[in-house]
């Protein structure tokens, strides 16, 4: 019982820290961790168990995809091109959610986000649309392509970590999208037409 109110405690003190202050999220979080371990609240092979998980090691490797796309400059360049010059705020997030859902069902949806985010709002400086119209579209159409596909999203691989873990069938690149393709035609076509 102690150790599941020293958990709570960390997690809350870990939390209140985050959100009233600028330090970064992984600080607090990995000192109420070291604390937590301590304490002998966990053990040490339970606390690291997490960063051995393939969804979280496959999520740092697309990361670093994308950092090498950005940093290359080759993601930026195509975009321009893609998005052109659209005439009204709705094209621009048809133009924009488009690519963005196809790339992010193959490239995890945070680091497409990261990624894109300086370019959009410079393609909205361009284009005299407030990037404020652009930037929720620009993250909700990620995420809805992240549906589509096992390596979408994080918490695609992390129930795939899961899965294997258990000795369950574990999921195939395609298992998702018979539900999650559906979820994004319908979510971009929302965007398209109500998420100006």
């Known amino acids: 019982m102690v150790a599941l109110w020293t958990s709570v405690l960390a997690t809350l003190l870990a939390f209140i820290v985050v959100a009233s202050t600028r330090v970064q999220a992984y600080l607090p979080l990995t000192a109420a961790l070291a604390a937590l371990m301590v304490a002998g609240s966990i053990s040490p092979s339970d606390a690291l168990a997490g960063f051995g998980n393939e969804g979280v090691i496959t999520v740092g490797a697309l990361f670093i995809v994308a950092a090498g796309l950005r940093e ?8 321009q091109r893609v998005l052109g010059r659209p005439s009204s705020a709705s094209s621009a ?11 992010s069902a193959f490239l995890n949806n945070t680091p497409i986000v990261a990624v894109l985010l300086p370019v959009v709002s410079d393609w909205a400086r361009r284009i005299g649309i407030p990037a404020s119209k652009l930037l929720i579209p620009l993250s909700y159409a990620a995420m809805l392509g992240g549906l ?9 691989l992390v129930v795939q970590g899961l899965l294997i873990e258990s000795g369950r069938q574990p999921l195939g690149l395609y298992d998702v999208a018979l539900l999650g393709v559906p979820c994004a035609v319908v979510g971009l076509a929302f965007l398209v037409v109500a998420g100006h």
């Open 72 to 79: 290359t400059g080759a993601l930026a360049s195509i975009i």
């Open 93 to 103: 997030i048809l133009r924009l959610a488009a690519p963005v859902s196809l790339a």
């Open 148 to 156: 589509c596909t096992l390596v979408g999203t994080s918490t695609n």
